[in-house]
């Protein structure tokens, strides 16, 4: 029986505790606060002809007063932004605490009091457009032993329309994609890789996104024998005489690539006004490899020549 009683006197006590709670969260909650808020900024209604030179900062501060209720669920309504009219820019200076009530969408009942900077300035400049090359300049990369690159690294689409302030577009040569690195690769790779935004808010692109195709293939070495060796622009009454007419060249490459090559796709050159002009009796010739190719070995490592005129 004394169990009974002192069970209902904890109810009753932790009841009038929750009661007394509730009371005093409501008074509390029904009072006005001052608190300071994060408020992303957004440009409305940008002129054709105008652009950002420099961006504007992501958010501003603003000091508000409101409720503690309407504090409390100050983020689940509508999204509350700084919103600059486009127009506006052209004047380049934006007095933050002078416009704060007309550029900000603030809930009923809650009040801007002061923003923070207190002034944005903003460089614009006129709108133009120009197309440069992507670059994976920061794709790196390593193979497992025995693989390697079979050609250069191909970037689709190769090239981005930039949109922006002419005094920053003046000044850009190409674009970067983001930084990826493979390592250990033993297979070939598509991906798509995104731009790098480093001017968010001053440059729009005709792409976000680039797909990079990395062509990695298991690598061998082939022996090519019997490549002619051509003399270039020999005029009529000069004669060459040479030790060897062709040469044979070790190459590295995918095993692939080389399985579909001969000797007509490699070809060894002279000019002949360089022959004319050296001394020694002898020549290194040059190699021209399709792509992909890496060159070990010549033999013989030099042609001997004679020149008759």
Do not use: C
Request: proline residues 6%; negative net charge; without cysteine.
């Amino acid at each position: 029986m004394s169990i009974l009683k002192n069970t209902r006197r904890y109810h009753i006590l932790i009841g009038s505790f929750l009661v007394a709670a509730s009371l005093w969260f409501s008074v509390t909650m029904g009072n006005f606060y001052r608190a300071q808020i994060e408020v992303p900024l957004a440009v409305v209604n940008m002129p054709r002809d105008v652009a950002l030179a420099r961006p504007l900062p992501a958010t501003i501060s603003v000091l508000v007063e409101a409720s503690g209720w309407q504090l409390l669920f100050l983020n689940a309504g509508k999204p509350i932004t700084f919103e600059i009219p486009g127009e506006a820019l052209r004047r380049g200076v934006i007095l933050t605490n002078r416009v704060l009530a007309e550029m900000m969408k603030m809930p009923a009942g809650i009040q801007a009091i002061r923003a923070y900077p207190d002034t944005l300035f903003v460089s614009v400049d006129r709108f133009t457009e120009k197309k440069v090359p992507l670059r994976a300049t920061a794709i790196s990369m390593s193979f497992k032993e025995g693989f390697g690159l079979v050609r250069t690294i191909d970037v689709q689409p190769d090239s981005v329309v930039l949109k922006g302030a002419e005094s920053v577009l003046d000044g850009i040569d190409s674009w970067p994609l983001e930084a990826r690195s493979y390592p250990d690769l033993a297979m070939p790779v598509a991906e798509e890789v995104p731009l790098l935004d480093s001017l968010r808010g001053v440059l729009r692109f005709s792409v976000d996104r680039a797909t990079v195709y990395i062509p990695t293939e298991q690598l061998a070495e082939m022996l090519f024998e019997d490549i002619p060796i051509v003399i270039r622009e020999k005029p009529e009454h000069g004669e060459v005489l040479l030790a060897q007419k062709s040469i044979s060249i070790l190459v590295r490459g995918g095993v692939n690539v080389l399985a579909n090559l001969s000797q007509d796709d490699f070809r060894v050159q002279v000019d002949f006004e360089d022959l004319v002009a050296d001394t020694s009796g002898s020549f290194i010739p040059t190699i021209i490899l399709p792509a992909g190719l890496q060159l070990l070995k010549i033999e013989p490592a030099e042609v001997r020549y004679t020149l008759r005129r």
